[in-house]
Structure formats: structure tokens, C-alpha cells
């Protein structure tokens, strides 16, 4: 941290570097398996459109078995959830939601890392979630917020593959806040 000289106020600090001139996260290493893709709205005469998921962007060769959408009530959070073989692909459709991923797998290259996105109708884009990813979701507005998950498969009703840890676990190194 560097302090500011005499012309500033004495507790001042400098700004470190936080984004890359494409304006993605200075930080932001990818999770091994993860895939991002950021898409433009099409604005139109009447409003705009957006395309969520074409299988020709090539960012996996899975089915659409299902696709739901998560709603979060203003300040609301789901976390932390794990599949064991099924893909998200998480899409947030309105308002703004910070998507977070957690690499607990042992033999993987990027073991502990940690990707934080902020997402929305505002800079809309697809998370593509492998399985036994760790992951976790939070409106930080005041308005409500949902996203879409497009499944490779559907939801379960008698054996969901779904695994869960409380979203202050200590063995994920990420607060929400
Ligand atoms: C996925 C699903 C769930 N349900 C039922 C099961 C529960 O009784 C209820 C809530 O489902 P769940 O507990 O899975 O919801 P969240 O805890 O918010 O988790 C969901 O949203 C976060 C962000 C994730 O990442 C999860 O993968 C996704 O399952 O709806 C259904 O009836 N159909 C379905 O397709």
C-alpha cells in the first residue's frame, strides 16, 4: 500500500490495479473445466434481446436436459451446492448476482482457487460449472434477482445430485458479504 504525499489526506490510499484493459477482473484465473462466455444484447426498436445458450459457441458437448430458473429475493444467497456428474450452466437473467466457484478437487491444476463473477442483464454472460465444482450464488441488491440454470441433466426427484455445505463453512475460503 503506498501513501499519499502531503497534497492528500494522510490516511489515503492508492488504488491498486483491479481490472484488465478488456475490463475483466485483474484476478480473475479461470478454474480448470470452467468456461465463460460473455454475449452482447441486441438492442432493438422496442427493447433488446439476448442470446443465453447456442450449441455452437462450443463451450461443451452436453445435452439441454432441463432448464430452471433460481430467484433471489433482495440480499439473498444459495450457498454453498456440488453436483457429482451433472453440468450447470448458469445464466442471470435479472438483476445482478455474484456467482462463486470453489475448486475442492484434490488433483486438479487450480486446486483452491476461487472465481467470483458479477453478472447481469447489465453485462449478461454463461458460466459453464463442471461437476464437483463448489458453488454459490448471492443477489447483493435491493431488487429482486434470478438466474437460469440449463442443465445436462434433469433434476432428480427421488436422488438429487446435489451435495451441500453450509455457506459459512470454514473449508471454503470465501466470505459472502
Ligand atoms: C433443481 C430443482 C429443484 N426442485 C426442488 C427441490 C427443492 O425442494 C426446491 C429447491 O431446490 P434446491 O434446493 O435445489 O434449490 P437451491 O438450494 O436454491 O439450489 C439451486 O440453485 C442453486 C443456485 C444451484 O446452484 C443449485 O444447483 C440449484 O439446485 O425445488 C425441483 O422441484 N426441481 C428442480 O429442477
Not at 438483476?95 to 458479477?118: C, H, M, W
Amino acid at each position: 500500500m503506498l501513501q499519499a504525499e502531503k497534497w492528500s489526506i494522510d490516511s489515503a490510499i492508492k488504488d491498486a490495479k483491479s481490472i484488465t484493459a478488456q475490463w475483466n477482473p485483474s484476478n480473475l484465473d479461470l478454474i480448470d473445466g470452467v468456461k465463460v462466455k460473455e454475449v452482447k444484447n441486441v438492442i432493438k426498436n422496442n427493447g433488446f434481446l439476448t442470446e443465453i445458450y447456442r450449441q455452437d459457441w462450443e463451450l461443451d458437448n452436453l445435452t439441454v436436459d432441463q432448464i430452471f430458473q433460481v430467484s433471489l429475493l433482495p440480499g439473498g444467497i444459495s450457498a454453498w451446492h456440488a453436483h457429482e456428474v451433472t453440468t450447470d450452466r448458469i445464466f442471470v437473467n435479472t438483476g445482478l448476482i455474484k456467482v462463486v466457484l470453489y475448486d475442492a478437487r484434490p488433483e486438479s491444476p487450480t486446486y483452491g482457487q476461487i472465481n467470483e463473477f458479477r453478472c447481469g442483464a447489465f453485462r449478461p454472460m454463461l458460466i459453464i460449472v463442471p461437476p464437483r465444482i463448489w458453488h454459490g450464488v448471492q443477489n447483493f441488491t435491493n431488487e429482486h434477482a434470478a438466474l437460469l440454470n440449463i442443465v445436462d441433466r434433469a433434476y432428480q426427484y427421488d436422488d438429487p445430485d446435489h451435495w451441500r455445505i453450509p455457506v459459512n463453512s470454514p473449508e471454503i475460503p470465501y466470505t459472502f458479504s
